[in-house]
């Protein structure tokens, strides 16, 4: 089936300094991935679209300077935290759309804490 | 806004008894529901889905009923086992669009 694998599973990082997540669909090629945001004991918040080849479409509130994403393959989407700060310590979790047609496949998670 | 929304936070239920979670959506325009389980730091699994042209789907031991007339759907796990044990959300979407709303999420614990 579908594999969406998300590197590193989890990151701790000092205020202020950048931090890349890696998604990567292992099996089938996504030309568009969605990155979510989940703080404890709440659900996923979708933050944006990630569309290969073009600019990601960013949720209202998210900031797209904060959050850059970057899809410069079918395979590989990227979302770099910069200037991290305490307040941005969360779960953040990829999903890509499989080759099936109900393929909403999750990636596990990269849990961030920013100290 | 759209939101999706669970009707009890936490079902506690004994080893082998079904279990009923349910959830209510506001979008009219979702056509596409799909259930998740999510296990403690782990992303959200696929369990089942439903296309809004149907009323009822049933998968191994999981059935997801829906009712577009009151936006409502549930999901019945039959003969729960520890292994169930886990927040499941409820998700609204539009067929092919890719992206998920999510609803809060309802904490399953099966006590042995």
């Known amino acids: 089936g579908a594999v969406v694998s998300q590197h590193p599973s989890w990151v701790i990082c000092k205020s202020g300094t950048s931090v890349k997540i890696e998604c990567r669909s292992l099996?089938?090629?996504?030309?568009?991935m969605f990155w979510y945001r989940q703080f404890p004991k709440q659900s996923l918040m979708l933050m944006a679209t990630?569309?290969?080849?073009?600019?990601?479409?960013?949720e209202q509130g998210v900031e797209k300077d904060k959050f850059l994403i970057n899809h410069a393959s079918l395979t590989l989407s990227t979302l770099t935290v910069t200037s991290a700060h305490p307040e941005d310590s969360s779960f953040y979790i990829c999903?890509?759309?499989?080759?099936?047609?109900?393929?909403?496949?999750f990636g596990s998670g990269t849990r961030l804490t920013v100290v | 806004g759209e939101s999706v929304g669970l009707h009890l936070p936490t079902l506690s239920v004994q080893e082998g008894d079904n279990s009923i979670i349910n959830c209510a959506y506001s979008?009219?325009?979702?056509?596409?529901f799909i259930w998740y389980k999510q296990e403690s730091g782990k992303g959200p699994q696929f369990i089942i889905d439903?296309?809004?042209?149907?009323d009822k789907r049933q998968g191994q031991r999981v059935t997801v009923l829906l009712n577009k007339t009151v936006k409502h759907l549930s999901l019945q796990i039959a003969a729960t086992q520890p292994g169930d044990s886990a927040v499941y959300f409820c998700?609204?979407?539009?067929?092919?669009?890719?992206?998920?709303?999510f609803g809060d999420g309802t904490t399953l614990t099966v006590k042995p």
């Open positions: 979008n009219s325009a979702s056509d596409y």
């Open positions: 099996d089938f090629q996504a030309t568009t």
């Open positions: 990630s569309n290969e080849g073009s600019k990601a479409t960013y």
């Open positions: 999903s890509a759309t499989g080759p099936t047609d109900n393929g909403y496949t």
């Open positions: 998700a609204e979407n539009i067929w092919r669009a890719g992206k998920s709303t």
């Open positions: 439903i296309r809004s042209n149907m």
